[in-house]
């Protein structure tokens, strides 16, 4: 999986710079589709909090990009899911890196319990809001499940975050 997702987080950080933007709407989207069951667990909340640490290669301290996470679902809780989900949308589109956003939505959902239909729900909308058309948001979902391993959900997250050596 790392070999669709590091480049779609390349993408996205780029584009974001381009466009005046911090990465924080990835922390959103992460955020927004772990939250699409109501709730983050403990196991998701580690998973983001992994992924965002290895993938935007911060030197921040796991305490720091926890209150990131945290700080993006009190804003979610407050604004409501789908202001939040136009938002990001609206910034994906304007960084023209919709796509990108989408695969590493669709990365997250698949590394935590597999694509459920809440999750799938929420990447619909950020999709539709960003102007990418259905048949291409069944594409992404195709391309990205392609590269989750047999193994499943856990196998799927040992491929997205990067292993400490030794």
């Known amino acids: 999986m790392l070999q669709i997702i590091e480049p779609a987080i390349e993408e996205l950080c780029s584009a974001f710079e381009r466009g005046g933007y911090n990465p924080t709407p990835v922390v959103d989207l992460g955020v927004?589709?772990?939250?699409?069951?109501?709730?983050?667990d403990d196991g998701e909340r580690a998973l983001l909090?992994?992924?965002?640490?290895?993938?935007?290669e911060t030197k921040l301290s796991p305490n720091v990009v926890d209150a990131l996470i945290s700080a993006s679902l009190e804003v979610?809780?407050?604004?409501?899911?789908?202001?939040?989900?136009?938002?990001?949308?609206?910034?994906?589109?304007d960084c023209d890196a919709s796509e990108a956003g989408l695969r590493v939505a669709l990365a997250i959902a698949f590394a935590s319990e597999g694509l459920s239909a809440a999750e799938r729900g929420v990447i619909d909308r950020v999709a539709a809001a960003?102007?990418?058309?259905?048949?291409?948001?069944?594409?992404?979902?195709?391309?990205?499940k392609k590269h989750t391993d047999d193994g499943g959900p856990?196998?799927?997250?040992?491929?997205?975050?990067?292993?400490?050596k030794g």
């Open 32 to 40: 927004l589709v772990a939250n699409a069951d109501g709730k983050v």
């Open 49 to 56: 909090r992994e992924v965002f640490q290895a993938l935007l």
């Open 76 to 93: 979610i809780r407050a604004a409501g899911t789908a202001p939040r989900e136009r938002l990001v949308a609206s910034i994906l589109q």
């Open 130 to 144: 960003a102007g990418v058309p259905p048949a291409r948001v069944d594409e992404l979902v195709t391309e990205v």
């Open 154 to 164: 856990e196998s799927a997250r040992m491929s997205l975050v990067p292993q400490k």
